[in-house]
Nanobody, 123 residues
Framework: QVRLVESGGGEVQAGGSVTLSCAAAELSTIRYGVAWFREAPGKEREFVASISRSGDSTWYGDSVKDRFTISRAKHMTFLQMTALKPEDTAVYYC??????????????????WGQGTQVTVSS
């Protein structure tokens, strides 16, 4: 069992930056790839970024490439978000699955979800 807890959400102005954190209560996430998904009101949950178990490989959704950076250290995973746009407003979820590359294809490969953290970007 893996318990994921997100933090760092809040309200930020367009063009600003925010970093989200995902903590695993157990160190066992080292066996998992970790990803971030987001869900905006009225929209389907969308893949944002994922990182492999080793941290050597990363994947990004087209809408966040060159603006967001995913990283991990020990039992923590981070999502650095820059040049934020109002359309980035969503609830951001941390997720874990056995294969980070598969997480980038579909949320059906997610084994564990966090509770989510709200990010609101104002124009």
């Amino acid at each position: 069992q893996v318990r994921l807890v997100e933090s760092g959400g809040g309200e930020v102005q367009a063009g600003g930056s925010v970093t989200l954190s995902c903590a695993a209560a157990e160190l066992s996430t080292i066996r998992y790839g970790v990803a971030w998904f987001r869900e905006a009101p009225g929209k389907e949950r969308e893949f944002v970024a994922s990182i492999s178990r080793s941290g050597d490989s990363t994947w990004y959704g087209d809408s966040v490439k060159d603006r967001f950076t995913i990283s991990r250290a020990k039992h923590m995973t981070f999502l650095q978000m820059t040049a934020l746009k109002p359309e980035d407003t969503a609830v951001y979820y941390c997720a874990a699955g056995s294969r980070a590359a598969e997480l980038a294809k579909s949320s059906t490969y997610v084994d564990y979800w966090g509770q989510g953290t709200q990010v609101t970007v104002s124009s």
